[in-house]
């Protein structure tokens, strides 16, 4: 190094390209979004705000007909500071993008709302923090299980009716059901003229099963003071887990003073056939926990409740479970308006 520096041409290295302009939320900009944004841009809006947080590969899957037309359209929204945007570090090649709702975004839903941007509770350090939490994982997998239902009924099979109805956050259910229970979700399947509802419980192998069959007890107490019967889904990364969290369950599901209350079923994400062109939890992949040891049949999400005759088919009452009136802003219909009749 002595003897032989290094040149200082060597030094210079690649020139920094110069960063993107990003458009400033001032009013002037939010009269250009006025005539700029779409039907489908302010649906993505809302997900943004109802689920915190979805990648790039998520919202191509809910909105776009292909990747290339996603990517362009999201860089798009971010130049104009209606999302924001970050690279979670990955030990093992790229992580895809991940959006968050940005201020000229959140200005624009607390307009269409009749509130202000304090109102509706938007704070974009708050926002961003996503990006650095535990949880992020866990959000996002519960968010990409939604997605796939989504894009399965995006793509359905000749002949096929399907959509999903309703699609709540783990935020959301929190703020109804906190108090004794709190699902990583909500949802709604609907095939031909049937429906089915559902909490999920998505497991991601980090927390002890006991823990995950103790919260068997809050959903029976839910179960008898609302007087509505809503079968629990719980999704294990693997076989040999579900074994495991199945015979756990089981021992807490009979001591319940009402198991019919609560209709369980468990799936795992091994049983997904990797070659299908639209792997979802809509595949037959349920196993009621009630079901028979010999000749238990794995079960499709629109054929549970032929296991469950007890349990009534979802009433019309615009997504909300307990059939009431939300308390804050409504949940954005999970179908996007290219794709679905507009709510």
Not at 75 to 88: A, C, I, N, S
Not at 159 to 167: C, I, K, M, P
Not at 273 to 280: D, F, G, I, Q, V
Request: a positive charge; aromatic letters at 8%.
């Amino acid at each position: 190094m002595i003897t032989n520096p290094t040149r200082q041409r060597a030094l210079r290295g690649h020139k920094a390209s110069r960063p993107t302009p990003r458009a400033a939320n001032t009013a002037e900009h939010q009269a250009v979004l006025a005539w700029r944004l779409t039907p489908r841009d302010k649906w993505i809006i809302r997900m943004l705000w109802e689920h915190r947080v979805l990648t790039s590969h998520q919202i191509t899957a809910l909105a776009f007909p292909s990747f290339r037309s996603g990517r362009m359209r999201l860089r798009e929204l971010w130049t104009w500071g209606v999302v924001d945007r970050f690279q979670p570090f990955v030990t093992v090649g790229t992580a895809p993008m991940h959006y968050v709702l940005a201020p000229a975004g959140a200005t624009v839903l607390a307009a269409e709302e009749g509130l202000d941007v304090k109102e509706m509770g938007y704070r974009h350090d708050r926002a961003f923090a996503v990006a650095h939490s535990l949880r992020l994982a866990h959000m996002v997998g519960v968010n990409e299980w939604f997605t796939a239902l989504v894009a399965r009924a995006r793509h359905p099979e000749p002949g096929e009716q399907v959509a999903l109805t309703a699609w709540w956050s783990e935020t959301r259910c929190a703020r109804h059901f906190g108090d004794l229970v709190k699902p990583d979700g909500y949802g709604r399947w609907q095939h031909r003229n049937q429906g089915i509802e559902w909490f999920l419980e998505y497991d991601f192998g980090t927390e002890p099963l006991t823990k995950l069959a103790g919260k068997l007890a809050g959903y029976a107490a839910l179960a008898q003071g609302t007087g509505i019967t809503t079968p629990l889904l719980i999704w294990l990364p693997t076989t040999r887990r579900e074994a495991a969290a199945r015979r756990l369950l089981t021992r807490a599901w009979r001591e319940l003073d009402d198991p019919r209350g609560v209709p369980v079923a468990t799936a795992t994400a091994e049983l997904l056939n990797p070659e299908a062109a639209h792997p979802s939890p809509a595949d037959a992949v349920w196993l009621p926990l009630d079901s028979p040891r010999d000749g238990a049949r794995r079960r499709a999400l629109s054929a549970l409740l032929d296991a469950w005759p007890h349990v009534s088919p979802p009433a019309d009452s615009n997504g909300d479970p307990l059939n009431q009136p939300p308390a804050s802003m409504p949940p954005p219909y999970p179908m996007p308006p290219s794709a679905s009749t507009p709510r």
